[in-house]
């Protein structure tokens, strides 16, 4: 069964950084991008970027306002992917997804999300 | 960056409705368009990708059209466990963007 699991969420302090994880099981992780979406508390559903897979060159890809702030990255000898957050606002408040980028580009698998909240 | 707005923002239907949500994109998008379904408090879920193309498991019900700037999600006959909010996607140009959602309400 295709998994992916979030951790590293909390309440941290704005300016502060934050790094959460993404680990998949039960497909080969390194086989596929992976792509973080946030959704801050009763709004939309944001994109905030990518991490192709090594064989595609491994490149990421960042919204404009999360770019030079965050750092997407993936360790596929331990089947995880990284959102590094740096200078963390109180706007980067969400619940995170991790999700899988299928073929054709298909987002098809979604973790359960993690909460963090950005406040003093 | 690309724009996406969907329309209508809540839209009000019946068990048994055929309902339309539309998505315009404020340049081409090459058909690289995905639609998700959301409910409160989980994650999103995959109906349509390639603005046309059906997910495996996703009932036939739910069928996408459009080209070029617009896209267009139909649900040919509302069941109770449609009613929640959707999202389209466009993946053409980086950064890929969502709509704002539609939120799909029991009238």
């Known amino acids: 069964e295709v998994q992916l699991v979030e951790s590293g969420g909390g309440l941290i302090q704005p300016g502060r950084s934050l790094r959460l994880s993404c680990i998949g099981s039960g497909f080969g992780f390194g086989e596929y991008a992976v792509t973080w979406v946030r959704q801050a508390p009763g709004k939309g559903l944001e994109w905030v970027g990518f991490?192709?897979?090594?064989?595609?060159?491994?490149?990421?890809e960042y919204a404009t306002s999360v770019k030079g702030r965050f750092t997407i990255s993936r360790d596929d000898s331990k089947s995880v992917a990284y959102l590094q957050m740096d200078s963390l606002k109180t706007e980067d408040t969400a619940v995170y997804y991790c999700?899988?980028?299928?073929?054709?580009?298909?987002?098809?698998?979604w973790g359960q999300g993690t909460l963090v909240t950005v406040s003093s | 960056d690309i724009q996406m707005t969907q329309s209508p923002s809540t839209l009000s239907a019946s068990v048994g409705d055929r309902v339309t949500i539309t998505c315009r994109a404020t340049q081409s998008i090459n058909g690289w368009l995905a639609w998700y379904q959301q409910k409160p408090g989980k994650a999103p879920k995959l109906l349509i990708y390639?603005?046309?193309s059906l997910e495996s498991g996703v009932p036939s019900r739910f069928y996408g059209g459009g080209s070029g700037t617009e896209f267009t999600l139909t649900i040919s006959s509302l069941q109770p466990d449609d009613f929640a909010t959707y999202y389209c996607q466009q993946y053409n140009s980086y950064p890929f963007t969502f709509g704002q959602g539609t939120k799909l309400e029991i009238k």
């Open positions: 390639s603005a046309s």
């Open positions: 991490i192709k897979s090594f064989l595609y060159g491994g490149t990421t």
């Open positions: 999700s899988r980028v299928g073929t054709q580009w298909r987002v098809d698998y």
